[in-house]
Every structure is written in structure tokens, then in C-alpha cells.
């Protein structure tokens, strides 16, 4: 399998509502599958948005929850499903990216490294302390979360050492800071020469006005689909052996010299 059909859930979240943010959110999931969408990304923490001090009123643990909810939807739609939720982990809250197959099955979990300062992310949730790459049908697939846009040496280490051709993000990133959003995304397409899935949310949540610009970028940097800054829902297919040709066209892997700059 190497074509897939990628829909982008550019949500308006409304903090701390999370029945409405769940029906929208399934609202765009049926949509996508009627599109026959192999896959739907939502944003960052679309259930709740960033009420983190209130975290354990709507933290779940794995496979409860939210949780089950996503998966018995993933299931019911026949749709993959990825997007990030608050979970409860042991005596901590994560920033919890699931990815959830077309059958239901969680297939993988990422907890945000980064943690955005800002937004006071540190004060409550706990750190993620590894990336995570999952094998889907189309290859091995890394996974992000927002504020891990700035850093690439995570979209490095998945496409140099885990092999990835895709690398999906949900994010919610901030509308004043938008056309950094756009142009690190297109950065981190061209510099790893694969495709970059990403959703974000938009609107007013909580005082904060998101950006959206949700976007699939190709290994050539191209955008293939963009959003503008309304709650929208965006289809495009992707062929993931474009990633190859890329790559042979210009072997920026084979021509790394990593002996020539260490890093600390």
C-alpha cells in the first residue's frame, strides 16, 4: 500500500466541552469516511483544549474512556484515527497522541516530549521520554505533537532511523505565531524528504485564537492541501513511493556528515 487518502479535522475547540467537541469531532470522522479517507488527523487535545489544571477531571488511562470511545469510532467508520487527549498515566497526566486503526486497535502512543512553557504545560502534565515510529500498512509512520515542530531532530531521528516517509502532527498552535507553523512544517517535508501530515485547530479556545493552516506537504516541500482559519475538514491523497524517488534524486542521507558536526 503505498496511496493513501489523508483528511485533515481542522477543529473550533471549545474548552472544557467535551460532548461537543466529541460530536464535532465524530461529525468529521463520518465525513472523512464517506470521503473513503484511509486516515483523519485531529488536533491537539481536541476534547477538552488546554484546561490542564482541571487534567484529572478528563484524564483517562489507555483503553478507557476517551479512549475506547475513539477506537469504538475508528471501528463503527472504518477509518483510522489519529489526534492527541489528555491521559492518565500511573500518578501522572500526559499529552497522549493515539493512533487508533480502521478495526479499532491502538496501534501506537506518543506522549509529548516538548512540553510547551507557555502555555504551562510543565506545571501539569509529565514529559514523554521517546519518540515513537509505528509500522502501518504504508511503512513506518512517526508521530508528533505541536511544540515538537521546533525541534528537528525528532523528524530527523524518525526519518533517518526508524525509515519514516510520513510524519503526522496534531497540534494546537497559536494564530499569532502562524506563519512559523507554516514554514517549519514545509522545513521539516524538505529536510527529511517525506510527506508532513498536519492538523491544527482554530478559532478562540479559552482566550487563545488558533491559526489552523492544517496542510500535507510532499517531500518536495509542495502543499498539497491547506486550510484557512475556519473549522473545515480537507481530503488529499498522497502516493508515499514519491518519497523514494526523492530520495535518489538528491541522496541528502548518503551525504550527512555527522563526523563533521557533533552535537551536544
Known amino acids: 500500500m503505498t496511496k493513501l487518502s489523508i483528511s485533515l479535522g481542522q477543529m473550533r475547540i471549545k474548552l472544557v466541552r467535551v460532548e461537543d467537541n466529541l460530536a464535532t469531532a465524530e461529525a468529521m470522522i463520518s465525513d472523512a469516511a464517506s470521503r473513503d479517507s484511509d486516515l483523519i488527523v485531529l488536533p491537539e487535545l481536541w476534547s477538552t483544549g488546554y484546561d490542564l ?15 475506547a470511545q475513539l477506537a469504538q469510532t475508528a471501528r463503527d467508520q472504518s477509518i483510522a484515527v489519529f489526534g492527541s487527549i489528555l491521559e492518565r498515566h500511573g500518578d501522572q497526566f500526559m499529552n497522549c497522541a493515539a493512533y487508533f486503526d480502521a ?5 501506537g502512543v506518543y506522549r509529548k ?18 519518540p515513537t515510529a509505528i509500522e502501518l500498512p504504508w511503512g513506518a509512520t512517526g508521530l508528533s505533537i505541536c511544540y515538537d515542530l521546533r525541534f528537528p531532530e525528532l523528524f530527523r531521528r524518525y526519518a533517518l532511523v526508524d525509515g519514516a516517509k510520513l510524519m503526522l502532527i496534531c497540534a494546537e498552535w497559536p494564530l499569532v505565531r502562524v506563519e512559523h507553523w507554516r514554514t517549519l512544517l514545509i522545513a521539516r517535508a524538505i529536510e527529511n524528504q517525506c510527506f508532513v501530515v498536519a492538523t491544527n485547530s482554530c ?3 479559552g482566550g487563545t485564537v488558533f491559526g489552523g493552516h492544517s496542510m500535507i506537504i510532499d517531500p518536495w516541500g509542495k502543499v498539497l492541501v491547506e486550510a484557512a482559519e475556519d473549522e473545515a475538514l480537507l481530503t488529499a491523497e498522497i502516493d508515499l513511493d514519491e518519497v523514494d524517488r526523492v530520495r535518489q534524486q538528491i541522496p541528502v542521507f548518503e551525504d550527512r556528515r555527522p563526523d563533521a558536526y557533533l552535537l551536544g
Open 53 to 67: 489544571e482541571n487534567a484529572g477531571n478528563y484524564a483517562d488511562e489507555l483503553g478507557q474512556g476517551m479512549f
Open 103 to 107: 478495526d479499532g486497535n491502538l496501534c
Open 113 to 130: 516530549i516538548h512540553l510547551f512553557r507557555l502555555f504551562d504545560e510543565h506545571k501539569w502534565l509529565g514529559e514523554g521520554d521517546s
Open 203 to 205: 478559532g478562540d479556545t
